[in-house]
Structure formats: C-alpha cells, structure tokens
C-alpha cells in the first residue's frame, strides 16, 4: 500500500496563512487577567467597536426584565472570540467532547479541537477573508467576517450606543445583510454553550429553562414520556 | 501489496460492505474523504469521544463536514436556471467518519414488498420512469434481519398492520416514547391512521457493548455522545477489530482507474495534498447517491444514466402549536411513525383523479418535535419581545410535527452531474444537483398536508402550517426551492438491463466487472421510508455475493 505516484495537486499546497495581529499576545494576556465577562476587554475588537456590538446585541434582543438582553448574556464576547478565534491554540471553533460537566462527567468543553490543514484553511478564509491568497480564492475572493464587522460596525456609528432605541433600529435595518450576519451571531452568542465566549454562566439558558446539555445524566424515560 | 477491496467513503453503507467483507476474510481499504471525529485514532477498535451536546459545534460550525466553503455543491431546477442558482450546501449528509449515520436520528424501517415492484402493482406515471426493482422483499429479509442486528435496531414487530412479514423479532424493544408522540398517535388513531413506534437503530436497552439511549435530546444533526446509535459505529468498531481493514480518513478518491472490463485500483489524495494510486483486486464505492455519481463522471465510467433519476423525498412538513408544553427537546427526534399515506385509499384515488395521475403515494408520516434554542432564536424577529417569546418557546416547547417522507418518482430531468465552473478545494468539479418535484410530488403534498393537519388540530392544535421542502407549491413560511431531506437516492440505478440501468442486481457496475456500488444510488424508486436500512441491507447483500457469504442469522 505504498505510494506508487506523487504529485502536488496545485490548489492543495501547503497554505500560507498571514500572522495574527501583533499585538493579540499582549491583548490576550490582558484579557486573562480579568473575569472578562464582568470587565470585558476584547481580544478581536477595538474597544469601541465593542461597546458598538454590545449596544447592537441589546438592540437585537433587549432585556425585558424576566430575561437579559444579548450584551449581557455576552453576545458581544461570543462575536469577538469567533473574530479571534485564531489567536487561541487551538483555535477557539470546536469546543471539546463528550461532555462539560454541567450535568456529570468531566469538563471537556474547554479543550477545544484541533484543526486539520484543511479546516484551518476554511475557518481562516471565512474569518479573515481571502486576502487575494491563491489558496482561499478557488472559487473566488471571499470577504471574512472580520472586515464584514468592522464595516458594519463602522456603518452603525461610534455614537451607536448612545443613539435613541428608534434611532437603532433603523440604521440596523439600513444595513441588511450585516443585520443578518450579526443577528445569526448574537443568537448563536446568547444560547449557545458558554465555552464560546457567550451565554455568561448560563444565563441565557437559564432564562428560558433550557436544562442545556445534558450527559451523561440524560433524561429518565418518565421525563420524555410524561407531561 | 494489493488489498482484496478498497471501499469508498465509510458511511452505513461503506461499512456494512467492510463488515461482511472482512468477516470474510478480505482485507480492505476504507477510504473517507472527512475527518476522523467516530474511532478513537489509538484504537480504531473503540470509539472516540469527541461527540458533545453542542448546537454551535454540529448545527453552526459544520463539525461533522462537509465544509461548504471546500466543498461546495451547486444547485439549480431546471436547465431554465442556468448553470446554478445557488452555491454552498446542498441537502448534504455528514462527510466524516461514519458519514451520515452519525448525525441520523435514525428510524430504520423496512421498505414493505409493494416498494420493489412500483410498475407492476401500481403502474407507470406520466414523465417518471417508474421501475420495478429487480429483486423482491424476499430476496432481501435475511439480510435485513442480519444488519438489524448489527446496527441495533429497537423496534416493535407487529406495532405495523402495514408491515412486511418478518423472519424474526426486532434486536430490541422499542425506547421511550416523546411525550408529544403519545398525544399525537392517540389524535391519529382516532381519525383513523395506524401510527406505531418507530424501527431505530438506537439503543433501548444496553446492546453489543454500547450503553441504552439516555434521551439527551440532542439527536438530529448530533452525534451520540454516548455512542448510543449503532449506525455505523458498531460495524466499523467490529471491522477494525478483524485486523484485516485500514482507515484512512482525509482522504479524497478523484478517479477510479481501469484496464478494460477491470478497474484496477484507486487515484487519491491524502491529508498531505499528495496525489497518489493504490491498487486493489475491487472497488465498491459509497460516496452516497449525490458523491457515488460524481465519482464515476469524473472517472468516465458507469454510461449515460449515471447521475440521472435523483430522488431526495419530497418532505410535506405541517407543523402545529400546542397550548401546553410538549417538551419536544427531550428524547429522539422521533419516536413515532405511520405508514398510511403510503397506502392507496379512495380519498387519494380520488386526489390522483384530479391531478389527472395514475396514482397518488405519499410517504412514512414521523411524529416529532424539538429544537435546540439558537435555532430556534434564528426563527423569531429580533427586537423588542425575542426575550419573551423564547421564554414562552413555541417551538421548542409547544410545537409538535408532522414531516412526511413522499416519495418522489424518477424523473430523468432530477440529476446529479459536474458542475461547470464551481470547484472543490483540490480542484475537482462541484456536484451540481438539479431537483424539481412533479406534478405527482405537488398533488400528493397537497392531498395529505391537510388531512395531517386534522391530525394536529385534533391533538389540540391553536395554530397550524403546512409547507414542503422542497417549497414553493403551497402556502408554507420559507420558500427554499434546494431540498433539505438529507435522503438522497437514485443516480445509479439497479436493473437487469444496461440500456436502462447503470448498475446489476448486485450492484456491480454493468460496464465493469469488480466495481459495486454499495449506497442509495443504485434505488430504482425511492419508496417513503427512509433509505439507510434498505441500503445498508443491499450493501451486506452485494458484499456477500462477492464474498460468496450467505447473511448470517
Ligand atoms: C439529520 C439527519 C437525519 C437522518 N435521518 C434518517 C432517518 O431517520 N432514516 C434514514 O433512513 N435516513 C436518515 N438520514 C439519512 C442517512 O444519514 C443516509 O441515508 C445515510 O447516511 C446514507 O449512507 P451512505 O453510506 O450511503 O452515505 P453517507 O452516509 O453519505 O456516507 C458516504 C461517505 O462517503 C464519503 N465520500 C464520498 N465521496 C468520497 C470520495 N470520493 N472519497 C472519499 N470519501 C468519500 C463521504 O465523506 C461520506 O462520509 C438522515 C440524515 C441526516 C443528516
Ligand atoms: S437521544 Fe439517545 S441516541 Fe440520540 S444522541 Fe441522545 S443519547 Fe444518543
């Protein structure tokens, strides 16, 4: 079963990935430092491109008193983590398995997996775009969501925090293809599992009386079949 | 060294092929172009534990593959459309490690005996080409009753009035049932269908080494954590174990290659981007109905019919809003089925009349419910009031389903071939599907979506719709012409005939004389039920035959 042939196929050649920003060492160490989900400082963001996507998190879902809004729940962390997601190793995409000790076993979630040459090509280009990089653009150039947010961020305004709820919706609306990127997020941000950087302590989860995952303790068969 | 075999792609029917196979004695190559996320890579003899409750994970971040970015597919209805009208993802199944029998929900039932023979019970329909297969339920219950022992199958014999004679009881009994199938099968007894539990391939009780179900309800679109589901895990896990088969996953066949009547081995490339070849004495290829054809169009072979008579189901989809809570979140996606919109009656002769259409079939009806919350949160408008409506969850919570399977007929226009521009990250041609349902699929929607709806209406339904997919032929909330069935059959299909078949009974490619096809493609008719388990029983039976091993009972 030895090789009998070998050629590169063209498109397949080892990729050659731009670094990470410069400065994401010292961001990250800074963002370690702090229980961030109190005292945010993004990894990805500028700091007012944060404060920017918090607002537009509680413009999407607000706090309605029995539930928070998106920013607390920590939509905006969710975001800037999957934005940053390279600067961890490994990179922050897939959360680890079988289970995250919520509900027994041990905590597995935090050990994200690994990524294949591949999925790292995919995850970088739909990230940081194609950049005109012969190895993402086989299909054409593709623009990542970190150019998608700081556009549409910069579109919103810096004064988008401070601008009156009406005022909100309407430069979401004016805006609707990055209204649907970021919406996506934010849901995925408020109600998924928190290893995500979102869904602070639960929160999102527990305001609605999702039991989240569940192994290995399960459901009875009482609990399925029963009212 | 030349194996005996080399398989390609290691899904329900890649492994069941490397089951009989090496059980056999043949050693084997299984060759999966996805990662390795099923068997532990120290010991492919064992599971892995990288299956998780994590809807971000399967359901946002194509865990399980395949990318669409590297591997998209392209879409279109008719040659009207031009080359495509969307590129991305396609009605895709898993491309990973036990392909698409990870993520499966699993209801494993039999076709019944009227599904191998449309034509001749039913006859022909205007524009499809309607076929008999040329076997019978006969020919095929050992073989079923073999891989529903292997795989696990829970179920309950005689649950089904409509069903096939059995030579046996089912492995299991049947699991818990949702508490929202247990109204919802009261509501269809009482208008008159036969709902029952439905055959799946996941564990009940503690079987073959592998834990029962705990009901995590994570299910659909997953991966079990607890390895709970035996479709392909246990046939893979049993194959490594004979010391006779390798694995390689991340690894692309691109070409088939021959001499003759012969084909001689395999071109692919590895997880290093190298191209290279392997020889082997035969090739059974199960990519799945939409790879299986783009394999053979790119290696030339297989004839003219390759990639015609695709059938993916088209789904009736009526959904219905209960005013209490259902818990549709908790257990499989489905516990329950019925089977009657599959059987003629003189309100469907009557639909069919005026359709002006022979006949008129439906598919198998699942009872289910559910939702995990971000995509459920996708669903309702962002704003003020999100917070609350997803703590009143009309969708998790209350909502409770009806998706029949119908079957849709085969149609030389639905096809599968290479796409013209859109490429794959190694610089292959895209699949390029082109669907559109008939005028059989449309009337039969329309005839069975409302006598579905009673159903929910009768189970206390305050609010109720019926769409399809794929939509566009009645009132429905999305209008995605691109099916999302994830069954995909037909593309090779199975005769005595080359002229109008691409593959023998055996499924042995008629052009050549050791390639098989061990998937859903070589299905001449689609039936409604789920394909895996009719797959999986043809993959046993043709890897039997070359083996020359009667199934084992
Ligand atoms: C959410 C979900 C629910 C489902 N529920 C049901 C159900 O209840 N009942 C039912 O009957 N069916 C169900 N299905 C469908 C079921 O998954 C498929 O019928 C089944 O997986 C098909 O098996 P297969 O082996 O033919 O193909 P697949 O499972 O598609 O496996 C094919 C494998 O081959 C690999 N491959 C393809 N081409 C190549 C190549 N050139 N080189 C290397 N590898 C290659 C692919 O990566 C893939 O892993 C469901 C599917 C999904 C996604
Ligand atoms: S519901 Fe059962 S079979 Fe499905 S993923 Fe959970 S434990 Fe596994």
Redesign the pocket.
Known sequence: MLPQTGRWVHLHAPVEHPTDRADDGARRAERDSHPWYRDPVPIWLTEAEYNTLRAVCDALIPPDGDSPGAGEAGSADYIDTLLGAFSFDPPRIWAGGPTSGRAGGEACFGDFHHLSALDELAWRTRIEGSQGLAAREFNGPVTGYQQRYHEGLGRLGEDFPQAAPDERVVRLKADPEFLELVFGHVCEGMYGAPEYGGNHDTIGWRAIGFAGDV?PR?WTDQEVSAP | MTVDAVIIGSGPGGSTAADVLTRAGWTVVIIEKGRNHLLDARDMTKPASD?S?DEIKFTNRHFLGPDPFLEPRTFRRGHDDGDHTHVGEVNSIPSTVGGGGTHA??KTPRFREVDFGMLSTFGPQPEAEVADWPLTYDDLEPWYAMVERAVGVAGTAGANPFAAPRSGPFPMPS?APMYGATLSTAAAEKLGFHPYAAP?A??SVPYDGR??????????F????????GDPVALLTRTMATGRAELWPETFVSRIRTEGRRATGVDYIGPDGIERSMDARHVIVAGGAIETPRLLLLSRLGGALVGRYLMVHYQTIVVGVMPFDVHGDR???VTHVHDDAMIPDDLSRAAAREAGLPWLRGGMVEHGGGGMPVSEAKIYPWGAGHGATMRDSRMRRHLWAFIMQGEDLPYRTNTVDLDPTVRDVRGFPSPRITYRGGRHELAASAHHGPRLEAVLKEMGAVWTLRTSSPGGSFEGIRRRMIPESRHVIGTARMGVDPATSVVDPYGRLHDLDNVVIADSSVFPTASGYGPTLTLVALAARAAGALAGTAPEL
């Open positions: 192994q399960g | 299956y409750n929900d699993g699991g799946t996941a564990n834990p029962a179900c705990n009901n995590c309800g994570f299910c659909a997953l991966g079990c954590p607890i390895h709970a589901k257990g499989r996606a």
